[in-house]
């Protein structure tokens, strides 16, 4: 089958690829996957923590051709966004901008839940973050 | 009269004398039959078990492809030519399906309902829906691994390419690979125990025992999947 040209865009020149320091209590990782293909996808954002905005993120997504872009164009778009503007992001609207086809649906979803993984994980931060960060600061 | 018997539900007598019909072919006259809509297990006759008498699968495998086999019916009319060719290649399907035991569990699945290719999709609209966080289908150790194992792979890709390949990441890839060779193993031996509860808790109507082992299969199979897929690019890196 073949690919729409975003895909192809996205699949030779991919966005935003590489890493962001886990241990950072501005960062988010979200690590998912999809049995169905065995793919895995890493994605990580850097939130300011005054405004809430993701003012940097970075994936790295071993798979198709599809999840690739899928997770790039994710970056994309998170980027600029408030959390919660980017937790409205659904798998629908990438399989819209990249024209994926029925079978390539599940990468779409892999980038959606990549999304929330990540601010999840930055939110769980924000919890434990400050007790931590007291902490730190007795010492 | 045509039109009846060209749909399989509709009768279940033979089309050519009227007697009751076998699966496959007619008791009595021995005429072939078009297929009925039934499921792998009764296409064989044989009981829906997981823990399979493959014996008994191989040789009524053998006898219905002679029996089937097109080139029989080269001289028949049109219509028997048609449902001996819908028989056999229903019948190989049947039979690659139930003979591979991974193959098997997950039709037995989807038999139940269960579209592993759907898991994913399911899971995520319902953790929008609900605002909570999704379920990962995999669980994340197994996710960490398999990403980590990735990286090296493509370090080593690369060092490939420039004809440089380090010696101690290759056999750190190679130990990595004899691990996951061996997880599979148990992952299988696993699934082989639940197999046994399966059919146990069917044959004794035992719906939440028999929940449970279906979601038991299902982490298993998705587990599976994973490292299987990844030993396969293991192979590919070191091979190339």
Not at chain 2, 89 to 108: G, H
Not at chain 2, 188 to 200: G, H, I, P, S, Y
């Amino acid at each position: 089958m073949a690919y729409s040209d975003k895909v192809l865009d996205h699949y030779s020149n991919p966005r935003n690829v590489g890493s962001l320091d886990k241990s950072s209590p501005e960062v988010g990782t979200g690590l998912v996957g999809a049995p169905e293909c065995g793919d895995v996808m890493k994605l990580q954002i850097k939130v300011n923590p005054q405004t809430n905005i993701i003012e940097d993120a970075k994936f790295k997504t071993f798979g198709c051709g599809s999840a690739i872009a899928s997770s790039s164009l994710a970056t994309e778009w998170v980027k600029g966004k408030t959390v919660d503007e980017a937790l409205q992001i659904k798998n629908t609207e990438i399989v819209k901008e990249l024209s994926l086809p029925p079978v390539k649906i599940h990468c779409s979803v892999l980038a959606e839940d990549a999304i929330r993984a990540a601010i999840q994980d930055w939110k769980k931060k924000q919890e434990t973050g400050k007790p931590v960060a007291a902490a730190v600061a007795v010492q | 009269m045509a039109t009846d018997i060209s749909n399989p539900v509709a009768t279940s007598s033979c089309w050519s004398c009227g007697e009751m019909r076998a699966a496959h072919f007619c008791h009595a006259c021995g005429r072939v039959q078009p297929p009925l809509p039934v499921d792998y297990f009764a296409f064989f006759s044989l009981p829906k078990k997981l823990n399979l008498d493959t014996e008994l699968l191989e040789r009524g495998f053998y006898e219905l492809s002679r029996k089937l086999h097109p080139d029989l019916y080269a001289r028949s009319d049109q219509q028997e030519q048609e449902w001996s060719l819908q028989q056999s290649s229903l019948l190989n399907d049947a039979y690659r399906t139930l003979k591979d035991p991974i193959k098997r569990t997950e039709y037995m699945l989807r038999l139940e309902g269960v579209e592993l290719e759907e898991q994913s999709k399911t899971a995520t609209e319902k953790a929008r829906a609900t605002g909570q966080i999704k379920k990962q289908v995999v669980p994340p150790d197994l996710l960490e691994e398999v990403f980590d194992l990735n990286m090296q792979l493509e370090e080593l890709r690369a060092q490939k390419k420039l004809g440089e390949d380090d010696p101690a990441l290759v056999e750190e890839i190679g130990r990595q690979k004899l691990e996951l060779e061996e997880k599979h193993a148990a992952l299988v031996e696993q699934l082989q125990t639940c197999w046994k509860a399966w059919d146990r808790a069917v044959d004794s109507g035992n719906d939440s025992d028999r929940r449970s082992v279906r979601d038991k299969m299902i982490d298993l199979l998705n587990r599976r999947n994973y490292i299987r897929n990844l030993v396969r690019d293991v192979n590919q890196v070191l091979e190339s």
